[in-house]
């Protein structure tokens, strides 16, 4: 057993009854180990962790973890993270949602976090379904695609989750899949210790509902489909828009540092004070 | 403290902050703002937050992560909101959050008359989320009663680890009134009962005497799970029907053994009253006053102004039902605390006055119904 595989156990709960609920073969846990070796590498004390999620497979992460975790309602837990940062803004809020929690019931409160630049890092496990329900379509099932409520094919062009939260605001954005670990160890660790709005979206699958409904294989199939249909940023450079089109794109994306809702919210709080006091 | 004039939604504001409100997140909407406004301007000056959310469902979600966080929440809205905002009454119960909802209640269903005065959301503060859970809502009648009932919510849901639910009209949201507040420091101020034992000990969700387990508040150093699924004493999920039934009973039982504590009601009853008013917010004024005109005409008339509709005083109506022959029950909607009268009233008649327009009740309605019979 390596060195780092052995930490893992310092951030999961002695007290957790295991397995976890997830289906064999799932990437969810891959970004669960992701994470808890970004955590482990930026060395914070596991007190100072807030670690939120909403509803559906992701959000049951939380429960795992050894932090002050809260696993909210579906596609809330921006908001519920939101209040949590402004009373305890010591904390490290980690908010971890899956795709259809996150941008379809939880769109609104995405975009206008993005917009605040709350201090918060967004983690979104994308697996383009709806898997706890039993394989409905998201707004990231591509098209054609068939789910159990688009039994002819999805008509519904997928949302742009990074590209999104680009053009609402947020300071740090990075796309990853659950095939390149490694990568996504370091993007976590630096949307973790950025302060802003920060988000990673862990591109992952559901070989459960999706793959079986649209004849994709196995967990080692998707897996690897992910290897062959993704590109770096700088190679995706060379690809002309139709060709890059067809590929997930990986990488940090945005990183423009800018002042933080709860930087400002300081200064608000210095400006009211000042006018109470000059009275 | 001069006394000052004031509206009954800057009162809210003014009982928050009074008993330690330090948290604040909401989306505007008539009649309920000023309190938004008022607490935009007071919260940052105490060293407060104010965030004003993308919705009410983000209000109430910020609210309940703040008290997480240790902060004394507050939000307030009105009809159209206060829908959106029962998924997180319910789980605010469920989680046994303190929060404070006010509820500025205008004319509905739908988008109503969002100027207009009713009393429509008295059920729906009750059963308005799903599943079946406690809940304590409180009503005021004046301005100063709103300043006084805002801290008691406060403090109620600090003691119970439970959503309070400020049940306001448009009548006493916009109605100024003269009000002598007192200092804040000498306001009776309740804080949840935290717990000192080693993190290791913590049960979030544990027996304890009281039914109410001591809550720790997240980066306190006290690392545990909180969720809306049923949940054991450590707070994780569970489906076992031995672990779900006694969090059922418990969460219940909270508040039932502490009727005495929650229950206000204001009684004004002389020996051998032939009928009882019975009233509560905005109403209840005008009942007050058709008291006052049914007196001087020698009618032996009675006045009960509940301050607390929910749990339902329903000891104290039924005492008062068995020493009278009639009760009326004016209220503005089409009848809905009227439902919980007769059904502890017995075989005591219990008329209703109802009126669901936008007007008041006047007290020349209520006074002509004292006077039939």
Redesign the interface.
Known sequence: MSREEHSAYTYLRPTKKFPNVWCSGCGIGIVMSALIRAISRLELEKDDIALVSGIGCTGRMPVYMDFNTIHTTHGRALAFATGLKLAQPKLKVIVIMGDGDAIAIGGNHFIHSARRNMDLTAIVVNNSIYGMTGGQYSPTTPLDGKATTAPYGNIEPPMPICEVAIAAGASYVARSTVYHAVEMDRFLEQAISRTGFSLVEAVSYCHTTFGRLNKLGSPVDMMRSLKENSVSITAAEKLTPEERATKIVRGVLWDVPKPSYIELYDKILQRAQEATYAK | MAPRLMQGNEAVGWGALAAGCR?Y?GYPITPSTEVAEMLS?EL??V?G?F?Q???E???L???????????K?MTATSGPGFSLMQ??IG?AAMTEVPCVVVDVQRLGPSTGQPTSASQGDVMQARWGTHGDHPIIVLSPTSVTQSFDLTVTAFNFSEKYRTPVILLLDEVVGHMRERVDMPPFDSVTRVDRMGTDVPPEWYKPYGDSISDVPPMA???S?Y???????FHDP?G??TQRMDEIDPWIERVHRKIERNLNDIILVEEDIPVGAHTVVVSYGASARSARHAVKLARQRRHKVGLVTLLTIWPFPEKEISRIADSTKRLIVPEMNLGQLALEVERVAGRKKVTRINRANGEMITPQEILEMIEEH
Do not use: Q, W
């Open positions: 948290f997140a301007r940052p000056k060293g937050k965030i959310m993308e919705d469902i983000a209000s979600a910020a609210c309940i992560g703040a008290s997480v966080g240790g902060l929440s998924e997180h789980y508040n997240f980066g150093g690392r545990y799970h909180i969720t809306g699924l450590m994780y999920p």
